[in-house]
C-alpha cells in the first residue's frame, strides 16, 4: 500500500449514513409536488438549445470491479464538524474578505436576477440558459460553508416553493449535472435537508432519456420535460469530458436512494470509454461519436476544454469509492506519465513548466486557464499516496498559473495564454492573443491554490489568494451589487465588463478561496470529502 505524502490534519471521519426523510416537512413536500403538476404547462414552448461554453469538463474511468457492484446502502447524510454546521466564530479577516464578496454578489442576485440563472450585474438584470435559478443552487452550499444561514433559508425557501422541473426546455447534461445534481447533493449532506435529496432524485431521472443512444454514451443535451434527448444542432458527437465527468454525482445519487440505474448509466460509460483504441499513453481525444461509440477527432490531445475534467474524475472517482477501483488509479496515473511524455514544455526565459496540446504530433503551446485544476489534482493524489514526484510537479505548475495572473496588468489571468518556448529579446514567458484576453471569475487557479496550501502549509499560497481576491474587487466588482467577467485583463484602465456573473463565480471561486483561507484541516477535509468539478463536496463511501 502506497505510503501517504503530505498528510495534514486527523485520519478520515465516519461518515454516517443518510436518512431520506431528515428534516424536511410534509408541507414543502405537498407544495413541491403540486406546483410541480402545472408547471409544465406554465413553461410553455418554451426551447432552448444548450450548448456548453465549458465545452466538457470532467471525466472519469471506472473498472469492471464498480458495475458488478450493486448500489451501496443508502446513508445519512454526512455530519460536519461544528466549524461547518455553526457559523465559524472566528473567521479571519481574510475569510471575512470572502464573505464581503459573497454578500455583494448576492445583492446583486437577489435584487436583479432572483430565480434566474444567472446575473447581468451592469444592465442590472439577468440572463437565462436552463431557467433552474443555477446561480442559486451553485451557491448553497457556499452559504453553508460561509455561515450565512439567513441567505440559505431564504434560498431554501425558492428550492421548495419554485423549483420544479416539468418544464419545455433543453439543458446540457454535463453543465446540469455538477451544477444542479451536484448542488442539491452537497446541500443535502451539509444540511441534512432531504427536499435537496428528493429534488436531486426528481431531477436525475429526468437526465436519463440523454443515456439512451446506440452507444449508450449519452447525448450532450436532453429536455428535462419531454424527455427527448439529443446530441448538438451541428454533430452527433459528445465531448469526452461532458460524458466521463458526471460520474461522481450520478454515482452519489444512486447511493444515497438505493436506485441502480443511475450508477449503472454512467458505469457503462465508463467501460467504454476505458476499453477504445485512439488513446495517447493514457490521454484520450476530446469527441466520441454517440451512435458509433468511437473517439473521433483523432491525434488531437489538450488538458484544458473538452477533456480536462476527464483526468480529474478518473483520481476523484477512486477517491470516492473508497480507493477499491483500481483501473481508475491506473488509468490516472498512465495520463498523468502521458501528460509529462507529452504536453509538459518549459517556457523561455524563465522556465516556466506548462501544459501545451498536442495535434497530429506537433506541439503548440497554447494553455487554458482550464488547465490550473491540474496543480491542485496532482497533490490530491498525493495526499492520497500517489507518487511523491506528482507534488513537485504540482508545486510548478501552480507557480505557472500564478505566473499567468501575477503577470497581467490587472493581476487576473486571461482565458488562454501562449508560452515562448525561445528566449528573444522584449519577449516574455507569456503571451496573450487579443481575442483571448478575457476573465470569466473562473476558479481554476484558486482551486489549486486551496489544495496546495491544505496539503503543504506554505502560506505563500494564500498569499497569492489574497492577491487574486483584491484583483477580483478592484476589477470587476459593480457598485449596484454583483461581479462581471471582464473583456481585457490587459488594461486596468478599460477592463471592459461584459455584463455577465458565471454561476460558478459563487458556485466555485468564492468557496476555495474561503477554504483556502482556512486553518483548520478538518473543515470539509480531504479525508472525508471529495469536490466535484463544480466544488461541490460530496462524501467519501468508506473512509480508510
Same mark, same amino acid.
Request: proline share 6%; net charge neutral.
Given at each position: 500500500?502506497?505510503?501517504?505524502?503530505?498528510?495534514?490534519?486527523?485520519?478520515?471521519?465516519?461518515?454516517?449514513?443518510?436518512?431520506?426523510?431528515?428534516?424536511?416537512?410534509?408541507?414543502?413536500?405537498?407544495?413541491?409536488?403540486?406546483?410541480?403538476?402545472?408547471?409544465?404547462?406554465?413553461?410553455?414552448?418554451?426551447?432552448?438549445?444548450?450548448?456548453?461554453?465549458?465545452?466538457?469538463?470532467?471525466?472519469?474511468?471506472?473498472?469492471?470491479?464498480?458495475?458488478?457492484?450493486?448500489?451501496?446502502?443508502?446513508?445519512?447524510?454526512?455530519?460536519?464538524?461544528?466549524?461547518?454546521?455553526?457559523?465559524?466564530?472566528?473567521?479571519?479577516?481574510?475569510?471575512?474578505?470572502?464573505?464581503?464578496?459573497?454578500?455583494?454578489?448576492?445583492?446583486?442576485?437577489?435584487?436583479?436576477?432572483?430565480?434566474?440563472?444567472?446575473?447581468?450585474?451592469?444592465?442590472?438584470?439577468?440572463?437565462?440558459?436552463?431557467?433552474?435559478?443555477?446561480?442559486?443552487?451553485?451557491?448553497?452550499?457556499?452559504?453553508?460553508?460561509?455561515?450565512?444561514?439567513?441567505?440559505?433559508?431564504?434560498?431554501?425557501?425558492?428550492?421548495?416553493?419554485?423549483?420544479?422541473?416539468?418544464?419545455?426546455?433543453?439543458?446540457?447534461?454535463?453543465?446540469?449535472?455538477?451544477?444542479?445534481?451536484?448542488?442539491?447533493?452537497?446541500?443535502?449532506?451539509?444540511?441534512?435537508?432531504?427536499?435537496?435529496?428528493?429534488?436531486?432524485?426528481?431531477?436525475?431521472?429526468?437526465?436519463?432519456?440523454?443515456?439512451?443512444?446506440?452507444?449508450?454514451?449519452?447525448?450532450?443535451?436532453?429536455?428535462?420535460?419531454?424527455?427527448?434527448?439529443?446530441?448538438?444542432?451541428?454533430?452527433?458527437?459528445?465531448?469526452?469530458?461532458?460524458?466521463?465527468?458526471?460520474?461522481?454525482?450520478?454515482?452519489?445519487?444512486?447511493?444515497?436512494?438505493?436506485?441502480?440505474?443511475?450508477?449503472?448509466?454512467?458505469?457503462?460509460?465508463?467501460?467504454?470509454?476505458?476499453?477504445?483504441?485512439? $488513446?495517447?499513453?493514457? *490521454?484520450?481525444?476530446?469527441? !466520441?461519436?454517440?451512435?458509433? +461509440?468511437?473517439? #473521433? &477527432? =483523432?491525434?488531437?490531445?489538450?488538458?484544458?476544454?473538452?477533456?480536462?475534467?476527464?483526468?480529474?474524475?478518473?483520481?476523484?472517482?477512486?477517491?470516492?469509492?473508497?480507493? $477499491?477501483?483500481?483501473? *481508475?488509479?491506473?488509468?490516472? !496515473?498512465?495520463?498523468?506519465? +502521458?501528460?509529462? #511524455? &507529452? =504536453?509538459?514544455?518549459?517556457?523561455?526565459?524563465?522556465?516556466?513548466?506548462?501544459?501545451?496540446?498536442?495535434?497530429?504530433?506537433?506541439?503548440?503551446?497554447?494553455?487554458?486557464?482550464?488547465?490550473?485544476?491540474?496543480?491542485?489534482?496532482?497533490?490530491?493524489?498525493?495526499?492520497?499516496?500517489?507518487?511523491?514526484?506528482?507534488?513537485?510537479?504540482?508545486?510548478?505548475?501552480?507557480?505557472?498559473?500564478?505566473?499567468?495572473?501575477?503577470?497581467?496588468?490587472?493581476?487576473?489571468?486571461?482565458?488562454?495564454?501562449?508560452?515562448?518556448?525561445?528566449?528573444?529579446?522584449?519577449?516574455?514567458?507569456?503571451?496573450?492573443?487579443?481575442?483571448?484576453?478575457?476573465?470569466?471569475?473562473?476558479?481554476?487557479?484558486?482551486?489549486?491554490?486551496?489544495?496546495?496550501?491544505?496539503?503543504?502549509?506554505?502560506?505563500?499560497?494564500?498569499?497569492?489568494?489574497?492577491?487574486?481576491?483584491?484583483?477580483?474587487?478592484?476589477?470587476?466588482?459593480?457598485?449596484?451589487?454583483?461581479?462581471?467577467?471582464?473583456?481585457?485583463?490587459?488594461?486596468?484602465?478599460?477592463?471592459?465588463?461584459?455584463?455577465?456573473?458565471?454561476?460558478?463565480?459563487?458556485?466555485?471561486?468564492?468557496?476555495?478561496?474561503?477554504?483556502?483561507?482556512?486553518?483548520?484541516?478538518?473543515?470539509?477535509?480531504?479525508?472525508?470529502?471529495?469536490?466535484?468539478?463544480?466544488?461541490?463536496?460530496?462524501?467519501?463511501?468508506?473512509?480508510?
Amino acid at each position: 500500500k502506497p505510503r501517504k505524502h503530505f498528510r495534514r490534519g486527523p485520519p478520515h471521519l465516519q461518515i454516517r449514513a443518510p436518512n431520506k426523510d431528515s428534516k424536511a416537512g410534509t408541507q414543502d413536500g405537498a407544495e413541491e409536488r403540486a406546483g410541480a403538476s402545472k408547471a409544465a404547462h406554465q413553461e410553455g414552448d418554451l426551447q432552448r438549445t444548450a450548448i456548453s461554453w465549458r465545452g466538457a469538463v470532467i471525466e472519469p474511468e471506472q473498472d469492471s470491479e464498480l458495475s458488478s457492484r450493486k448500489a451501496e446502502t443508502p446513508t445519512k447524510p454526512s455530519v460536519l464538524p461544528a466549524m461547518v454546521q455553526n457559523r465559524p466564530a472566528h473567521p479571519n479577516y481574510r475569510q471575512k474578505g470572502v464573505v464581503d464578496v459573497f454578500l455583494h454578489a448576492w445583492k446583486g442576485y437577489r435584487k436583479f436576477a432572483w430565480g434566474h440563472d444567472e446575473l447581468k450585474p451592469v444592465s442590472r438584470s439577468f440572463s437565462e440558459w436552463f431557467g433552474l435559478g443555477l446561480t442559486l443552487i451553485d451557491a448553497l452550499d457556499t452559504m453553508w460553508i460561509l455561515g450565512l444561514r439567513k441567505e440559505f433559508e431564504e434560498a431554501r425557501k425558492w428550492v421548495s416553493k419554485k423549483l420544479h422541473f416539468e418544464k419545455n426546455v433543453d439543458v446540457n447534461l454535463f453543465e446540469s449535472t455538477i451544477r444542479v445534481l451536484g448542488g442539491l447533493l452537497s446541500a443535502y449532506h451539509l444540511s441534512g435537508d432531504s427536499l435537496f435529496l428528493r429534488k436531486a432524485e426528481d431531477f436525475g431521472n429526468r437526465l436519463m432519456p440523454a443515456f439512451r443512444t446506440p452507444s449508450q454514451i449519452p447525448y450532450s443535451d436532453v429536455n428535462i420535460g419531454t424527455g427527448v434527448a439529443h446530441p448538438p444542432r451541428w454533430t452527433s458527437d459528445s465531448t469526452v469530458a461532458e460524458v466521463t465527468s458526471i460520474q461522481l454525482e450520478f454515482r452519489e445519487l444512486s447511493r444515497l436512494t438505493g436506485v441502480k440505474k443511475f450508477q449503472e448509466a454512467v458505469e457503462k460509460v465508463t467501460k467504454h470509454i476505458h476499453s477504445l483504441s485512439g $488513446k495517447k499513453d493514457g *490521454l484520450v481525444p476530446m469527441f !466520441i461519436n454517440t451512435h458509433s +461509440g468511437l473517439f #473521433t &477527432h =483523432l491525434g488531437v490531445f489538450t488538458l484544458g476544454a473538452r477533456a480536462d475534467s476527464y483526468y480529474e474524475y478518473l483520481l476523484k472517482q477512486w477517491i470516492q469509492g473508497g480507493k $477499491k477501483e483500481t483501473q *481508475l488509479l491506473e488509468d490516472y !496515473i498512465e495520463a498523468i506519465e +502521458g501528460i509529462k #511524455t &507529452h =504536453l509538459l514544455q518549459r517556457s523561455e526565459p524563465s522556465k516556466l513548466i506548462f501544459v501545451g496540446e498536442l495535434a497530429h504530433g506537433r506541439f503548440s503551446t497554447k494553455m487554458d486557464h482550464l488547465v490550473c485544476f491540474l496543480p491542485g489534482t496532482l497533490a490530491l493524489g498525493v495526499h492520497h499516496g500517489l507518487p511523491a514526484d506528482h507534488m513537485q510537479l504540482a508545486r510548478e505548475l501552480m507557480e505557472t498559473c500564478y505566473q499567468m495572473n501575477r503577470q497581467m496588468e490587472t493581476g487576473l489571468s486571461p482565458e488562454i495564454v501562449h508560452f515562448n518556448l525561445y528566449s528573444q529579446p522584449g519577449h516574455r514567458d507569456i503571451e496573450v492573443k487579443p481575442a483571448d484576453r478575457h476573465n470569466l471569475l473562473r476558479p481554476e487557479t484558486v482551486e489549486s491554490l486551496f489544495y496546495l496550501y491544505r496539503l503543504t502549509g506554505d502560506r505563500k499560497y494564500q498569499d497569492w489568494g489574497w492577491e487574486i481576491l483584491q484583483s477580483f474587487s478592484r476589477f470587476t466588482r459593480v457598485p449596484s451589487g454583483g461581479y462581471s467577467s471582464i473583456n481585457n485583463v490587459r488594461d486596468p484602465q478599460k477592463p471592459e465588463p461584459r455584463d455577465k456573473m458565471e454561476s460558478f463565480f459563487l458556485g466555485e471561486t468564492l468557496k476555495y478561496l474561503y477554504l483556502l483561507f482556512s486553518d483548520d484541516p478538518d473543515l470539509l477535509s480531504l479525508d472525508t470529502y471529495v469536490f466535484n468539478t463544480e466544488a461541490h463536496p460530496l462524501p467519501i463511501w468508506t473512509p480508510a
